[in-house]
């Protein structure tokens, strides 16, 4: 039997080395909020945290200044990024919050939700629950209507970099 040789992460620093090297999938949340566009990217979405309810979660940084404009939203719009949004995944994650949106074509559901286009899924959510977890807080949202759009191939972040993955047909 070999043994893993593992050391302490002794700073946050080397905790965001070691994860980035979990490849994740990369999402929007975002709504209309008081007449605004609101879009933030998110890189820790997790899908299936529960059936039934149908539930997901995410962790959102507690420095961020996006999530507090989004809190009291009545719906929240997640957009899984498909290979359409490499060309502008930089601009989705900028801090410039007025340009992330540009040059990306949205969807407005009639409950305030916002959507990207082009998209792998989409996922009209309610806020459940925050949970604090260290310097982020996790937010459970609770999936009220979804879609999928099949011939789409989603983007991953790697390495802190996007890319692109192989299309695969559907099983369903």
Not at 110 to 136: K, M, P, Q
Request: net charge negative.
């Amino acid at each position: 039997m070999t043994l893993v040789e593992l050391e302490p992460l002794p700073d946050s620093a080397v905790a965001k080395a070691l994860f980035n090297e979990y490849p994740s999938g990369v999402a929007t949340i975002g709504a209309t909020v008081d007449g605004e566009d609101v879009l933030m990217l998110v890189s820790s979405f997790t899908v299936g945290v529960s059936y039934e309810p149908a539930m997901c979660s995410v962790a959102i940084q507690r420095s961020s200044t996006t999530w507090p404009l989004l809190t009291d939203a009545p719906r929240l719009g997640v957009s899984v990024l498909s290979d359409a949004h490499s060309k502008s995944f930089h601009r989705l994650a900028s801090r410039d919050t007025r340009s992330r949106s540009r040059d990306v074509a949205l969807a407005h559901s009639a409950s305030g939700a916002l959507f990207l286009n082009d998209a792998v899924a989409w996922y009209d959510c309610t806020v459940v629950r925050e949970i604090d977890a260290g310097d982020h807080v996790i937010v459970l949202l609770e999936v009220v209507a979804g879609s999928i759009s099949p011939e789409r191939a989603p983007l991953i972040i790697h390495r802190g970099l996007a890319h692109r993955t192989v299309h695969l047909p559907s099983t369903a």
